[in-house]
């Protein structure tokens, strides 16, 4: 994708690009909808602040991380490139760091993979996939800038040797661009190719993110006999108005039955189209057929394809992609969390921004309607010291708190369960037309509700004074009930009140109530609480800057502001360890 953020600055206002010249004059410009901060850009880290740092989330050592790239398995290694820019905390300067993985979760830094250097690609190397071909053979399509005005072109990249294990050197050959835009593109708006996949008829296809007219979002589609030459296909693979410009689209199967994931396409099996809309800045999909005959993705009549539609997680996460682990039969999701900070300076002091999310696993849920993800399992090999609880009762207004883990660095799983659903508060008609982050916001931790609020209070002081709780709240509508799972860092600081994201993130959760329980996981990790609600129905990633409730001072609380009393069914707790990043 493009660059990634709607900071503003504390020293100069946003001024629109219009040529060159403004480039040269400003500190901080607008390319499209984004901004950047020329002035930042290649100040390198002087102190690398600690405090907020991510125990067993992937960081580098300091500067600026965005988008994941090319994940893939290759030879029994994991492979991860990330938007990295190696001369600050602000983006720019983007390069392709890579790092490798023998699990997914502890990693050994290499020296970029892919960096400008050519006339394709000098002002910029931008996201891409990987896919491997037959024979084993791995390439990387990425988008390559070629000028100041921010023409996107399409590029390929192949291993210098297939032998080395890490596959550290990485070749641009000269018969790049592969994909140029057509008039009928806009140039500054093309980018992102997908991991290609093989129709029946042995081409290749890819798709591109791209804009019509102002606000019809597109995943422009190109085949290729031979993957050098590519012709746009007549139609998108698919396209939707209102819903803006599209980065990172990702395309794959699912299966309909079982939690394995599905490398191979065809017209059998469900699809999953994913955009990264840089509208919102969230992400969305719709499950729907491909069409082979056609060539096109239709949703289901039932699936919202638009921005009321479903999010892979309702929190701080963008620019995901997906691949297919053969290693272990499964589709893996990797995310990019920014940081809540306002203004770049304060990144530009810490020395750092970004993080990877935790991958997932990602599958079909069995009612077809929506995904499910959950921490890869790999994840678990950092579980150090244990407790647990069990039938603990707490009435309205009662928190318990669990004690003897790291509540700083922990991995938390706990059901919930509650006698009746008589209590659940009326769902206003009105927040039909809302966000359930909007709905989050009037009625937090702290209003007083019937079935809800419960949940965990993390990252939390004694008395609660900071702390961001994670938590459902059951409503009674007029056909069924609504569970609305909130994850809210209006008192995650006590100091960065103003200069600080503070966003009451959000999502419903389609679950059947029927047994009366409600269950959630959360990763706690210093800055990034990572929730996955109904057993990973609904995910939901915040990022926050607690100044009290830091290291050893944090505390985790179980807690109910409803009149209804909940139980602590089963509560398991883990300390975390560190993962082990190589740099
Ligand atoms: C392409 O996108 C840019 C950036 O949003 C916009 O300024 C420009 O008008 C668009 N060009 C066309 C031909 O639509
Ligand atoms: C980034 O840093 C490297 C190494 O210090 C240097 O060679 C390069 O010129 C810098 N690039 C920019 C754009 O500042
Ligand atoms: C950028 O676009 C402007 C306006 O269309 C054009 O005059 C200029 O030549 C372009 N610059 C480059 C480097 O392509
Ligand atoms: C390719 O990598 C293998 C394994 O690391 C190494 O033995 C070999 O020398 C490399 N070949 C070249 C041409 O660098
Ligand atoms: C697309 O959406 C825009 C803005 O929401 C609207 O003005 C336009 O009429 C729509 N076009 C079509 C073809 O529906
Ligand atoms: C529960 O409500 C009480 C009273 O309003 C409040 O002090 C407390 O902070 C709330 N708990 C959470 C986790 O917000
Ligand atoms: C920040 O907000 C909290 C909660 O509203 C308040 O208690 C605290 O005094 C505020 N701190 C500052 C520095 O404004
Ligand atoms: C992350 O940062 C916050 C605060 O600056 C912005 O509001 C978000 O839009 C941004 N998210 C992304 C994906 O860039």
């Given amino acids: 994708m493009d660059y990634s953020s709607n900071k503003s600055s504390r020293w100069?206002?946003?001024?629109?690009?219009?040529?060159?010249?403004?480039?040269?004059?400003?500190?901080?410009?607008?390319?499209?909808?984004?901004?950047?901060?020329?002035?930042?850009?290649?100040?390198?880290?002087?102190?690398?602040?600690?405090?907020?740092?991510t125990g067993y989330h992937f960081q580098p050592e300091k500067h600026w991380i965005n988008d994941p790239n090319a994940p893939m398995y290759f030879n029994g290694v994991y492979h991860l490139f990330y938007q990295y820019n190696p001369n600050g905390s602000v983006w720019g300067n983007i390069v392709w760091a890579h790092s490798v993985s023998k699990d997914l979760i502890n990693w050994i830094n290499l020296e970029p993979a892919i960096y400008p250097s050519k006339p394709f690609?000098?002002?910029?190397?931008?996201?891409?996939?990987?896919?491997?071909?037959?024979?084993?053979?791995?390439?990387?399509?990425?988008?390559?800038?070629?000028?100041?005005?921010?023409?996107?072109?399409?590029?390929?990249?192949?291993?210098?040797?297939?032998?080395?294990?890490?596959?550290?050197?990485?070749?641009?050959?000269?018969?790049n661009p592969l994909i140029i835009a057509d008039e009928s593109i806009n140039k500054t708006k093309f980018r992102d190719p997908t991991t290609a996949w093989m129709g029946k008829d042995g081409h290749w296809r890819i798709v591109m993110g791209s804009l019509r007219k102002h606000s019809r979002g597109l995943a422009i589609m190109y085949r290729s006999k031979d993957f050098m030459k590519w012709v746009k296909a007549k139609h998108p693979l698919h396209s939707t108005n209102g819903t803006g410009n599209w980065e990172c689209p990702d395309f794959y199967p699912v299966s309909s039955k079982g939690t394995d994931g599905l490398d191979q396409y065809g017209e059998e099996h469900k699809y999953v189209l994913k955009n990264s809309m840089d509208l919102t800045r969230f992400e969305y999909y719709t499950l729907g057929k491909y069409d082979t005959k056609k060539d096109r993705y239709v949703p289901d009549p039932d699936s919202v394809?638009?921005?009321?539609?479903?999010?892979?997680?309702?929190?701080?996460?963008?620019?995901?992609?997906?691949?297919?682990?053969?290693?272990?039969?499964?589709?893996?999701?990797?995310?990019?969390?920014?940081?809540?900070?306002?203004?770049?300076?304060?990144?530009?002091?810490?020395?750092?921004?970004?993080?990877?999310?935790?991958?997932?696993?990602?599958?079909?849920?069995?009612?077809?309607?929506?995904?499910?993800?959950?921490?890869?399992?790999?994840?678990?090999?950092?579980?150090?010291?244990?407790?647990?609880?069990?039938?603990?009762?707490?009435?309205?207004?009662?928190?318990?708190?669990?004690?003897?883990?790291?509540?700083?660095?922990?991995?938390?799983?706990?059901?919930?369960?509650?006698?009746?659903l008589d209590k659940a508060e009326s769902f206003d008609p009105k927040w039909n037309d809302m966000y359930a982050q909007d709905v989050c916001g009037l009625k937090g931790a702290d209003v007083q509700g019937g079935l809800g609020p419960f949940g965990l209070a993390t990252l939390a002081t004694e008395n609660l004074e900071e702390n961001t709780p994670v938590f459902f709240r059951v409503f009674k509508a007029q056909q069924n009930y609504k569970v609305l799972l909130c994850s809210d860092a209006k008192r995650s600081t006590l100091k960065f009140n103003e200069t600080m994201y503070k966003a009451s993130f959000a999502g419903f959760v389609d679950v059947d109530l029927a047994d009366k329980k409600l269950s959630l996981r959360s990763l706690i990790d210093n800055s990034v609480i990572e929730t996955f609600g109904a057993g990973g129905k609904t995910c939901i990633t915040s990022r926050v800057y607690p100044t009290l409730a830091i290291n050893d001072e944090a505390h985790l609380f179980a807690f109910n502001n409803g009149t209804e009393p909940i139980t602590i069914e089963s509560l398991d707790a883990w300390s975390m360890g560190k993962a082990k990043i190589q740099y």
């Fill in 12 to 53: 100069a206002l946003p001024v629109i690009l219009v040529c060159f010249f403004v480039i040269l004059l400003s500190n901080n410009v607008v390319f499209a909808s984004h901004k950047v901060f020329i002035h930042l850009q290649s100040q390198n880290a002087v102190n690398v602040h600690t405090v907020h740092r």
């Fill in 121 to 175: 690609d000098q002002f910029g190397t931008w996201s891409g996939s990987a896919t491997i071909l037959p024979g084993n053979k791995p390439v990387i399509l990425y988008t390559g800038i070629i000028d100041a005005n921010q023409t996107q072109v399409q590029n390929y990249a192949i291993p210098a040797n297939l032998s080395d294990p890490y596959l550290r050197e990485w070749i641009k050959p000269d018969n």
């Fill in 305 to 420: 394809d638009s921005l009321k539609g479903l999010r892979l997680d309702y929190g701080n996460f963008y620019a995901s992609k997906s691949f297919y682990d053969p290693s272990k039969n499964r589709r893996v999701i990797w995310g990019w969390s920014n940081e809540s900070d306002i203004f770049p300076e304060d990144d530009n002091a810490k020395g750092w921004a970004g993080i990877q999310l935790i991958p997932r696993k990602v599958w079909l849920d069995p009612s077809g309607k929506q995904l499910v993800q959950w921490p890869v399992e790999e994840l678990e090999t950092l579980r150090t010291q244990k407790v647990q609880l069990s039938n603990k009762k707490m009435n309205n207004g009662e928190k318990i708190e669990v004690t003897g883990i790291t509540p700083a660095q922990a991995d938390v799983e706990v059901t919930f369960s509650f006698a009746s």
